[in-house]
């Protein structure tokens, strides 16, 4: 299906948030997610059913100094 995530136009077959954040390989613990302006609880993650168009926001946080 087709979405935006962060900006960019993605061709994936997920149906979960959590399939998107696994799809990128991002760390779990580090990223938060928006889909359509709305952050979605990690713990909502596999339960958040995704649908063509939607847009995603996936931010990662990264330490350093």
Same mark, same amino acid.
């Given at each position: 299906?087709? +979405? +935006?995530? $962060? #900006? /960019? /136009?993605? %061709? &994936? $077959? @997920?149906?979960? &948030? *959590?399939? !998107?954040?696994?799809?990128? =390989? +991002?760390?779990?613990?580090?990223? !938060?997610? =928006? @889909? *359509?302006?709305?952050?979605? *609880?990690?713990? $909502? ?7 063509? #168009? ?5 931010? %990662?946080?990264? #330490?350093?100094?």
């Amino acid at each position: 299906m087709q +979405l +935006l995530i $962060n #900006g /960019e /136009e993605h %061709q &994936l $077959n @997920v149906s979960t &948030l *959590d399939e !998107v954040v696994s799809h990128f =390989e +991002l760390e779990s613990q580090l990223v !938060v997610t =928006e @889909v *359509d302006g709305e952050i979605i *609880d990690r713990s $909502n993650w596999t339960t958040t059913t995704i649908k063509e #168009g939607m847009k995603i926001e996936l931010v %990662q946080f990264v #330490g350093g100094g």
